[in-house]
């Protein structure tokens, strides 16, 4: 992480191509679950940050299934939009079946991306912790503004969601 290097980051159907480095990448993948998010923060050239969210799923459900909304696809244009080469899990309420082949219409939940431009590193600190405090952001939050403020001074006065407990420890125990 950190050197400047040819970035490509989805926003909707937009792809943006910029100089940048990352200064901060975390997922929370975990398991075998299968929906999880990823957020990478890039600090750009001209000094401004872009923050990538990207929602990703891999279930899969029958067209008949409640939980099918108007953002998924059917597996028939899966390819179109890229979604053709996840490995599906079938949806744990109305099962289909992927076993030997998936049915053209099989609803596929799709992976969402999200690009947000910040003018500065406190911008872009409040839009990966929205509206929560501090004990309530979630790991993965908490994880990319730590590697945040080791890249980049200026979200030092964020380092603490992840790192205060283990410093205040090994503080104490240095203590002569
Ligand atoms: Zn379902």
């Known amino acids: 992480m950190g050197e400047v290097g040819l970035r490509t980051v989805r926003d909707g159907q937009r792809v943006l191509r910029f100089q940048a480095a990352v200064i901060g990448a975390a997922t929370s993948q975990?398991?075998?679950?299968?929906?999880?998010?990823e957020l990478v923060v890039y600090r750009m050239v001209d000094g401004h940050y872009l923050i990538s969210k990207i929602g990703r799923s891999t279930v899969a459900h029958q067209p008949t299934c409640l939980r099918v909304n108007h953002r998924m696809v059917p597996w028939s244009k899966a390819a179109a939009f890229g979604e053709d080469s996840v490995q599906r899990v079938p949806c744990p309420d109305c099962r289909p079946e992927l076993g030997h082949g998936i049915a053209p219409d099989t609803m596929l939940e799709v992976t969402r991306y999200r690009a947000i431009l910040c003018q500065t590193a406190e911008s872009a600190a409040e839009s990966?912790?929205?509206?929560?405090?501090?004990?309530?952001?979630?790991?993965?939050?908490?994880?990319?503004?730590?590697?945040?403020?080791?890249?980049?001074?200026?979200?030092?006065?964020?380092?603490?969601?992840?790192?205060?407990?283990?410093?205040?420890?090994?503080?104490?125990?240095?203590?002569?």
Request: some cysteine.
């Open 128 to 176: 990966l912790m929205g509206d929560r405090a501090a004990l309530l952001m979630p790991q993965i939050v908490q994880t990319v503004l730590a590697q945040c403020s080791e890249s980049d001074p200026n979200f030092s006065r964020y380092a603490e969601a992840d790192t205060a407990l283990p410093r205040a420890w090994e503080n104490t125990t240095r203590t002569p």
């Open 30 to 37: 975990r398991g075998s679950s299968p929906r999880w998010s």
